[in-house]
């Protein structure tokens, strides 16, 4: 495995960040604006501010294919950020909600986004032609608290929502005009809009973190305050769950997940390093960290003279500065994202954490 | 009309979507084992002071356990909490790790070890069991039941509180850290 490719952006928490497909532009939440930065080389300079939110940011994502930004922030806002010859220009979504947006994430198509909120509802928005706005349709029901997270399934109409209630959810998001109807498949068949095509809670109930569903959109795994990691494998609409693991860790708990491909899953949260769980319907195991800590950790140890020795007794009342974690990231990890997938396997991932710093990480 | 004094209400209460008003049997999973009785719990005490007798403590901690009354009502915790402390008293220190470690194996091995930790941190909230029923005046925690009035460490509690600290210690080597989160999360209280 390569050494990862770390990249210290500034000393402030990063709430989300988010690459474009050409993975030259990174995108990153830094207090009440979004920060674009623009890679030379192999360093990331500061481009563009995107700045019109009023309180903190707390998600950020770039469409794929047509650029655009949606950003969301705890002043109850989304704008989405188009580029014009003339810089950014964005356009305010109106929500209608009543407390901070959460999370934002565009849907596969591109057509739609979902931004998660304290208000314990997810607004899909989607743009109407007609009246040149964006509109928003709201997901409510069962929802007893704020929503902490957002996938999307590839076919664009299935949304899973963690929330503080501890419960992961799976819901149809299906918007008459914007969505062609979808293929069948073992979450549902009919799929009118707020269908609940699912609804899991695991046995200790922590609240939800991060969850996501795998490459074929066959399964759900989803992590919570638990330190532990659920996968759901569904049977068909309105049946319990063909397979539902839990998989308890020793770890503090894990905050974000993406799937490396149907067997693999990459977490990584409070313990500042990415883990790797291997598995399938039978049985999920975590197998170990992804971080290679010899390499860097032998790096940094530095000539250990007596005189080295006494003089730090001396000044700091201790042998060793032991304030450098041995991992790459100097914090909590809050944000795991595919960076490089082929042939539905992941390739690359980047993560971003309270500590500042963006790492791409090669598998 | 009476005067009211609108200050001292609370407005909390009449707001349905409080958090204080959130429905907490929500969080309770549905494999939650059925209800026991304060007698069941009687019964599994004398079992396990046999097991103990008979020279078999980690026969005794496992199955102590296992019949960790999950769904039972307060009483039926409160005895089995007293077999649990008894087991873990019973036990010398030298064979504490190899005890944890036969327990914390086989099937349902984390369930255990997170149980253990339940119990351990409900032992170290409680008053010490010879001062009975000298706690510290009650007050409602709202959302964590398992955190109680706070034992100081006097008389008898504190050699209690000393094995369960050596037990802590030893617990967090084999379960981790992610075995005191779940303490937090975890609605099914001991």
Redesign the interface.
Known sequence: MAAPEAHHLFHNPIADHSFSTDKTTLAVARDSSVELYRRSGNKFSLTDELKGHEKTVTGVDIAPNSGRIVTCSQDRNAYVWEQTPSGWKPTLVLLRINRAATFVRWSPSEQKFAVGSGA?VIAVCYFEEENDWWISKHLKKPI??TITTLAWHPNSVLLAAGST???ARVFSSFIKGVDTRPEPSAWGERLPFNTICGEY???????IHGLSFSPSGNALAFT?????ITVVYPSAPEQPPRAMLNI??????FNSLIWKDENEIIAAGHDCEPYLLRGDESGWQLTGTIENKAGPGAGNAREESALHMFRQMDLKGQTQADTQLQTTHQNTISTVRVFEAANGAVRKFSTSGVDGRVVIWTI | MAQLNYRTINIDVLDP?SSIN??MD??????LPEPTSSNAAATVATQVRQLLRGGDPEGALRYVLDTAPLGGDDRAKEVHQAAVIEVLQGIRQSEMSRVLEGVCAGQGA?ERA?CLMKYLYKGMAAAPSSSGSKSVSPQSTGGFSQIQARNLGEGGGGQQMSVLLNWHEKLVEV?????I??V?????TV
């Open positions: 314990r007893r608290s209630d501890s419960h809670l695991n046995d200790s109930a922590g609240w919570g305050h638990d330190s532990s308890t860790t020793r770890f503090l708990p | 979507d959130f429905p929500t969080l309770l999973p549905a494999t984390s997170d379960a981790g850290t992610g075995s989160v779940r937090m999360t975890d609605r099914r």
